[in-house]
């Protein structure tokens, strides 16, 4: 892994985007989650798989019209039986996703998307986040046409296409069948965490804001790996070996670190909230710091801690 200072920053605040008050974005802020490159933010250490997505510039081609979230960069690789892997990686907001993204991103071998259900979500909830009115321009609003997208043909034929969704934007009417297309996985985290740090952003979650129960119907619907985001920053390498083995992948050590900046297949809100990932190099240490959860919102960590207990019995 490249090497990153840690100096001159409290882990708590590692990898904090943007945190704001009314009317934030509901999703993940990948706290203490990316280790902040040494030096300038802006320096660009290139590897093969960054340097692979780079050619295709902001401004590529874009699959299906998903957006900046979804590039359809030509990727050189040996699929297994000529079959596209197609992750879906399943979180709740407040957790590690987007490093968990970058790791993905790094294997030569692979194409992500990013949050391709959020723009459905927007139009569906009515909610006002940074970036709205770019966001719904960028992705498709139908979630009928995302699903087309997420389930047919991939541009290059990668083996694997990482999908990065975050649970919440998974509405009540949206057709679960095709999610039987893809291969499932869940990353999770300790609800006391989640929502110690989801109230500095919104005062009052609920808890189909943290994602819980959606996870849990995913996971009893199509089960697949389950790992803890603090297992994943207290070994990176044991936890993503595992995960790859569990998703029928070979593990590629590119996963531990990744190049900083922007990376084309970013969603187009990345400039509102991945200011730490753009900074970083990789997966942060792991802060075993308990939460401070407001006495509050006790009664929603203990109403969101089963579902949490269910899948962490799981985990790899």
């Not at 510039?57 to 019209?65: C, R, V």
């Not at 490093?99 to 692979?110: E, K, L, N, P, V």
Request: hydrophobic share 40%.
């Amino acid at each position: 892994m490249p090497a990153a200072s840690t100096a001159g920053h409290a882990e708590a605040d590692l990898a904090r985007q943007n945190e704001t008050g009314g009317g934030s974005r509901e999703t993940e802020v990948n706290e203490v989650a990316v280790k902040p490159v040494a030096g300038s933010p802006g320096a660009v250490i290139t590897t093969t798989a960054a340097a692979c997505r780079r050619s295709n510039g902001p401004g590529g081609d874009h699959l299906h019209g998903l957006g900046p979230g979804f590039p359809a960069t030509p990727v050189t690789s040996v699929t297994m039986g000529g079959m596209t892997i197609r992750v879906a990686m399943w979180s709740g907001p407040r957790n590690i996703s987007t490093a968990m993204m970058r790791s993905f991103g790094s294997r030569a071998d692979t194409v992500v998307s990013d949050e391709p259900l959020y723009a459905h979500y927007l139009a569906a909830t009515g909610l006002d986040h940074p970036g709205r009115d770019e966001i719904l321009a960028s992705q498709p609003q139908r979630w009928e046409d995302v699903a087309d997208a997420l389930t047919g043909p991939v541009p290059g034929d990668p083996a694997v296409f990482y999908q990065k969704h975050m649970t919440h934007h998974l509405l009540p009417q949206i057709g679960r069948d095709w999610l039987g297309k893809l291969t499932h996985a869940f990353l999770i985290r300790d609800p006391a965490h989640v929502v110690a740090s989801y109230a500095k952003v919104r005062g009052e979650p609920t808890l189909d804001d943290l994602g819980y129960p959606q996870q849990a119907e995913i996971f009893r619907t199509f089960g697949g790996p389950v790992v803890d985001s603090a297992d994943v920053l207290r070994d990176p390498q044991r936890t993503l070996r595992l995960l790859c083995e569990a998703l029928g992948l070979t593990f590629d050590p590119a996963m531990l670190s990744w190049s900083p900046g922007p990376r084309p297949e970013d969603g187009v809100w990345a400039p509102h909230w991945y200011a730490s990932v753009h900074a970083s190099t990789g997966f942060a240490p792991w802060n075993p710091t308990p939460a401070e959860v407001p006495a509050r919102l006790r009664p929603l960590v203990e109403a969101a801690r089963p579902y949490y207990e269910e899948l962490a019995a799981h985990r790899l």
